[in-house]
């Protein structure tokens, strides 16, 4: 897969494609929801296969971590390891902007990946968008 932090708008639509496909459509999270405020600020990716868009992340920078977020691949695309490539590339930009902290809020089905890749929860469990979710943080 090749990872490319979005630039154009046309990459940004890609990003949104994939996120609405998988939060959206798949997980029944609210349009509102999945795009909010922080699309504006944030440092976009996406992931293509072939030239076709099949993963997508954001990446914001809060409270001293590189905060991983809305981090998703097309279904039919899942277990080939794009997802650990993408965290591998938003933890290379974290590092590269200075930071040595990475935090995510991880839906908790997804738990034993995060924890394969180093990350250790350090909440409670807590619902955002209907699904449960806790929060990990890994030091880079």
């Excluded at 277990?79 to 974290?94: H, N, P, R, V, W």
Aim: aromatic letters at 8%; glycine letters at 6%.
């Amino acid at each position: 897969m090749n990872i490319n932090i979005v630039e154009t708008d046309a990459q940004l639509k890609e990003a949104y494609h994939v996120r609405m496909t998988v939060f959206v459509k798949e997980q029944n999270v609210s349009p509102e929801e999945e795009l909010d405020e922080h699309d504006k600020t944030a440092t976009h990716l996406v992931g293509y296969e072939n030239d076709q868009a099949i993963a997508a992340s954001r990446l914001r920078f809060v409270e001293g971590y590189g905060k991983l977020e809305r981090i998703c691949i097309l279904k039919e695309h899942r277990g080939k390891a794009f997802g650990s490539q993408m965290i591998a590339a938003m933890e290379d930009i974290i590092l590269s902007k200075g930071y040595k902290k990475a935090k995510l809020n991880a839906q908790t089905q997804a738990l034993p990946f995060y924890e394969r890749l180093g990350y250790k929860t350090i909440s409670g469990e807590f619902m955002d968008a209907g699904i449960p979710h806790v929060t990990m943080v890994k030091d880079l």
